[in-house]
């Protein structure tokens, strides 16, 4: 099992930027796709970002793109979400994913572990 913890998540007024975290552990290593997702109220889990295990390839959604840079240090077993030029409809809760090996990576069900959210609020 992989355990994965959020943070970096809270306030932040349009225009501006914030750093999500995701530490992994348990049965951790570099050999996992990692993958970030986002929740509005209301609506579905969107795919945001994904980057294969050795960081060599990244992949953005299209709302996102341009403005959200994924990294990883898996010295640290940590994944990163760089946020810039946050908008209020970048509003909602971010969830960590992770899979073993790379592969398919836009999908929720793409996906067996999650952690338990960190919450982004954009205020205009």
């Known amino acids: 099992q992989v355990q994965l913890v959020e943070s970096g998540g809270g306030l932040v007024q349009a225009g501006g930027s914030l750093r999500l975290s995701c530490a992994a552990s348990?049965?951790?290593?570099?050999?996992?796709?990692m993958g970030w997702f986002r929740q509005a109220p209301g609506k579905e889990r969107e795919f945001a970002a994904a980057i294969t295990s050795n960081g060599g390839t990244t992949y953005y959604g299209d709302s996102v793109k341009g403005r959200f840079t994924i990294s990883r240090d898996n010295a640290k077993n940590t994944v990163y979400l760089q946020m810039n030029s946050l908008k209020p409809e970048d509003t909602a809760v971010y969830y960590c994913?992770?899979?073993?090996?790379?592969?398919?990576?836009?999908?929720?069900?793409?996906?067996?572990?999650w952690g338990q959210g960190t919450q982004v609020t954009v205020s205009s």
């Open positions: 348990g049965r951790t290593g570099s050999n996992f796709l």
């Open positions: 994913a992770a899979r073993y090996v790379n592969g398919n990576y836009y999908r929720v069900s793409d996906y067996p572990f």
